[in-house]
Structure formats: structure tokens, C-alpha cells
Nanobody
């Protein structure tokens, strides 16, 4: 009952930046936690970042700490992922997820967006 739509992906050079957005609609009252995950070709989907409803709790995966920042604007029902100093290994389809627990475990998220492609290449 929660719909999530990602946007903001694209092609960027190494060292560049992108800002992903995830707009939510539907019955989001019980699924207030938001997460970002990514999946590269031939690899499993992995955790990137998560945020609680109020934004006071955030988690960032080690490979992106210091480079990526998750945030949200509840008035706009939107979660963001600011990605700086992008590396080729960041290339993946990025997915937004919603769940009841702020967690790096992808299995705890009930709702998923369709994904947006991020390609980091020269």
C-alpha cells in the first residue's frame, strides 16, 4: 500500500555528485523508516543508508560513509540520498525502501521502488 518512486539517477564522472530522491505515497503511517539499497550487475542487493521517521537516527554503510548522506523531508514525503565523491564501484541500480524498522537488513523492508540507475564512469 506504499508506493515509492526514485528519481535523480544518471551518468556522472568519478568524483562527481548526484542527489537521488524517493517520493512516497499511499499508506505510509506504519512504514516510516526509509532505506536506500543498491544492486550492481552480478551482485546481491546491498545496504546503503537508512533513516528513521524523525531523521534523528541514520545509518550509512561503510563504503559510503563520509560520501553519501541520507535525509528526508516529511512535509514533502520525500527521502534523499546525496552522493558525493562518486566512485566507479558506486555504479548500481539504487532502490528506495520503506519499512517499520530503521535497519540495514533489506529483508525488513516491505515496500520498494522501481530503482534508478546510477553510473559512474569517465
Amino acid at each position: 500500500q506504499v508506493q515509492l518512486v526514485e528519481s535523480g539517477g544518471g551518468l556522472v564522472q568519478p568524483g562527481g555528485s548526484l542527489r537521488l530522491s524517493c517520493a512516497a505515497s499511499g499508506r505510509t503511517f506504519s512504514s516510516t523508516a526509509r532505506g536506500w539499497f543498491r544492486q550492481a550487475p552480478g551482485k546481491e542487493r546491498e545496504f546503503v543508508a537508512a533513516i528513521s521517521w524523525a531523521g534523528s537516527t541514520t545509518y550509512h554503510a561503510d563504503p559510503v560513509k563520509g560520501r553519501f548522506t541520507i535525509s528526508r523531508d516529511n512535509d514533502k514525503n520525500t527521502v534523499y540520498l546525496q552522493m558525493n565523491t562518486l566512485k566507479p564501484e558506486d555504479t548500481a541500480v539504487y532502490y528506495c525502501a520503506a519499512g517499520s524498522t530503521t535497519s540495514p537488513n533489506k529483508n525488513l523492508y516491505a515496500y520498494w521502488g522501481q530503482g534508478t540507475q546510477v553510473t559512474v564512469s569517465s
